[in-house]
């Protein structure tokens, strides 16, 4: 059985740029950085890791047919972390020159979220636990 998350990998064009924008706009710790890949750390210890591995790269360790280098993609994964105070934090960001795709709001069970883009189009979500009530 599978008992934990190790790395989320992403198949990027410009590591160094992806890897700087990482570090420099949220703040992960860049552990490891080449030509090629870049390993990024955040949150408490035993998180997953955040690998940056060029398409030439992946595609090699993949396949081709899999991560088809020649074509562009449409990224259609979505990446969630949790915060405790979406505006202040979106604020932050944006103060930072992170892109968003929409402005905080709450949805109908009470999350509030909002939502960014990395260099490469990766989706992330910032999301707010309801308040409770009672």
């Excluded at 595609?59 to 993609?73: L, T």
């Excluded at 883009?117 to 990766?122: A, S």
Aim: proline share 5%; glycine share 6%.
């Amino acid at each position: 059985m599978i008992d934990h998350l190790n790395a989320i990998v992403l198949a990027v064009e410009d590591v160094k740029e992806c890897a700087e924008f990482y570090r420099d706009k949220l703040g992960f710790h860049l552990d490891e950085i080449h030509e090629e890949e870049a390993y990024l750390t955040f949150g408490p210890q035993g998180t997953p890791v955040l690998a940056l591995k060029s398409v030439p790269l992946a595609a090699k360790e993949v396949s081709q047919s899999v991560i088809r280098p020649g074509e562009e993609s449409v990224k259609r994964a979505q990446l969630v972390v949790f915060v405790k105070d979406v505006d202040s934090e979106h604020d932050d960001l944006v103060r930072k020159g992170v892109r968003f795709v929409n402005k905080p709001s709450t949805k109908e069970d009470g999350w509030r979220t909002a939502h960014f883009v990395d260099p490469e189009g990766y989706l992330w979500e910032i999301s707010q636990r309801p308040k409770r009530t009672g």
